[in-house]
């Protein structure tokens, strides 16, 4: 029942996304700030490592359980690792997730070419803005693409209405059936209580799931050091948090980048909830600590 005493003030956020307008950090070129980048291939070792370490986090453990509880799967079926990289770029892409990405109807291509040429650009990313902007059809691309290129196969694109792309994990457990998980990158058509792997979406309603195989940057692709430092900095502060926890602070961020909230009421707000949790887990409580803390630091900070 904890849902109802966190979700009541944020449920109409869900609603509020039909339509928003863009709000990117302000873009500088390289000629204009010569400061050092870093590359795709740095970020997906990096990626790779930072899930491998949040292993033993509770987030991880715990959303590993429920899911091999809801597709009935045996523990040793399922690659634990391989769900630790899966579930830390689907918290870093998802719409208002951990990298700041903010969705909006955008009628590009269903790939992520975009969203990395927005990237491209951000030199000054923040905790309370947006750092590139993309429709639902994009940001799927873009898990499925980081997916990829961090050695996990059979993730593609699933169409649940013409209007609407989510992607999906086909997993082929030993001695069992075929299984697609719904990665919902986004919470269209979805309720707060819409986690990583959702039923609300028909993942065999569509016959084949493709694996997207497209290479949409090259891994010598250059991402400013500014950003790929935020990028890490987030996934270090939340990426062994539990789902519910991170629903939480998704809906919160959203607010902000939205600027239905201000960064104070959303600090305040991440406090309250840390303070309802009480002996909750380590991961959690240091969760909606810096999260209050990051929407009180500007500029942008290590906290």
């Avoid at 939340?238 to 629903?247: R, V």
Wanted: hydrophobic letters at 40%.
């Amino acid at each position: 029942m904890r849902y109802l005493s966190w979700a009541r003030p944020l449920v109409a956020l869900v609603l509020m996304t039909a339509r928003v307008n863009p709000c990117l950090a302000d873009p500088q070129s390289s000629q204009s700030n010569p400061s050092p980048r870093t590359t795709l291939a740095q970020l997906i070792t990096l990626v790779r490592g930072k899930a491998h370490a949040l292993e033993t986090s509770t987030g991880t453990r715990l959303g590993f359980q429920s899911l091999i509880s809801a597709y009935k799967l045996a523990p040793n079926s399922v690659s634990y690792s391989d769900y630790s990289v899966v579930r830390l770029l689907f918290e870093a892409t998802r719409d208002k997730g951990l990298w700041n990405l903010n969705w909006d109807i955008t009628n590009m291509p269903p790939n992520s070419d975009k969203i990395w040429r927005q990237w491209q650009n951000v030199w000054k990313p923040s905790f309370v803005a947006p750092t590139a902007t993309a429709e639902c059809d994009e940001l799927s691309a873009l898990f499925a693409f980081l997916v990829e290129r961090a050695g996990v196969r059979s993730v593609g694109l699933l169409w649940p209405a013409a209007n609407h792309t989510v992607a999906v994990w086909v997993l082929h457990a030993a001695n069992g059936p075929v299984v697609r998980v719904v990665v919902p990158t986004t919470q269209i058509f979805l309720e707060h209580t819409d986690f990583f792997g959702t039923k609300k979406f028909d993942p065999w309603r569509q016959k084949e799931i493709y694996e997207y195989t497209r290479r949409d940057v090259p891994d010598s692709f250059e991402i400013p050091k500014p950003l790929f430092d935020f990028f890490v900095l987030q996934l270090n502060k939340y990426g062994g948090a539990s789902d519910l926890t991170l629903q939480q602070l998704r809906y919160v961020r959203g607010a902000v980048l939205l600027k239905r909230w201000s960064p104070e009421d959303a600090a305040l707000y991440a406090l309250k909830l840390r303070s309802e949790l009480g002996a909750g887990p380590a991961e959690d409580l240091t969760a909606f600590q810096s999260f209050a803390q990051d929407m009180r630091s500007n500029p942008l900070s290590a906290n």
